[in-house]
């Protein structure tokens, strides 16, 4: 009988609640410890979810607990890459939070730890876990909507005080952009839909970005959970509003958007377009229904919510636990992930000249004010 994985949770906050609920509902494996940068936040947590696992104000010291296999982390993205690197350095599977991380100097020195460790991955891009996303990929694998030739995917969200995470990630130095902080789930998604196989996500060959919005330097926000306006907030340091669009190998065109300066609840729109039919979020046209006169809606779980309770991070953890007990990488590790923020970084390199970037990037570019990790500006 194999035995159980120990997971050590690092980080506090808001999705750490349902990292913990995941792992705990996955018989293969225990929590076995909780840390983050504030020991008092971690012993809150563990108190909150009925758990009597020792509890570390950081990780280096969390890393010595008996029984760890796996790392999952929970910190705001500024932090992940000497996380990640620490852990790695330990020998420890990792779950990581997306963003991953802030520049690309970090994310070659995150991507050459894992190989060098030989260690097991999953980012929490956890949509393509959706059940909605699921049933997307069968159909499109299977040939429900032809070839597709162009995907598009917008994530739109008021970010704001109201969530714990905003401080961190609404600043330049830490967040760096509205499509870093959250629109990179969307820019994920359409490389998951323009992706051909029922595991395979599309590579971008070359992106073009704008950005605007009203946000940015502005005290004045509104709370949609509330649908009340505040003013003398702190403000966004970065542009609110952003658009890609994308050439991906093997033809498919993309358009992607982030909107944190919209006001309206959450939404997530998709639109995928084939030589034989078409997917509007949960509605379809398809040549598998030759009588069709009208849109065909889909009973489903659509990516509708903001709330981290109501992403798939079972179904993720589950197949995390699957791959590392099989030997066998996930298809959303982080050699996967480290493209798209690849594309994220390569459209900040748009925005300096004005042109249209095309990937991979060179190694050693950094975007400006960018340190390497491990040095003193890298650290929270």
Known sequence: MESTLGVLVHGAGWVSTQHIEAFRRNPATEIVAISSRRLGSARARAAEAHLDVPCFDSLEKALDTPGVDIVSVCTPQHVHAENVLLAAAAGKHLVIEKPVATGMADMWAMREAVRRAGVKTVVSF?????????????????????????????????????????????????????????????????????????????????????????????????????????????????????????????????????????IMPYTFPIEIFGDRGTVKDNRMWSHLFPGQTDWIPIPTVLPDSSDVAHH??????????????????SHCNLEDAFHTHEVVFAAQECYRTGRPVRLPLPRGRRRKGESHPGSRSSKA
């Not at 998604?189 to 971008?204: C, L, N, P, S």
Request: hydrophobic content about 40%; proline content about 3%; charged content about 25%.
């Open 126 to 262: 956890v949509l393509r876990w959706n059940p909605w996303f699921r049933t997307l990929k069968k159909l499109i694998a299977e040939g429900a909507l032809g070839s597709i030739y162009a995907v598009e995917a917008d994530y739109q969200s008021n970010i704001a005080s109201w969530w714990s995470g905003y401080e961190a990630a609404r600043r330049l130095a830490t967040g760096v952009s509205a499509m870093l902080v959250g629109g990179c789930h969307a820019l994920d998604a359409a490389r998951w839909f323009a992706g051909r196989g029922e595991e395979e996500a599309a590579r971008v060959e070359e992106v073009f970005a704008c950005r605007g919005g009203w946000r940015k330097g502005c005290g004045r926000e509104y709370n949609y959970l509330e649908r009340s306006w505040r003013t003398g907030m702190p403000p966004l340091e970065y542009e609110g509003y952003e658009v890609y669009l994308l050439r991906f190998a093997g033809g498919v065109v993309g358009k992607v958007s982030v909107n944190l300066d919209c």
């Open 312 to 329: 798939p991070f079972q179904a993720q953890m589950d197949h995390f636990v699957t791959c590392i007990r099989d030997n066998r990488e």
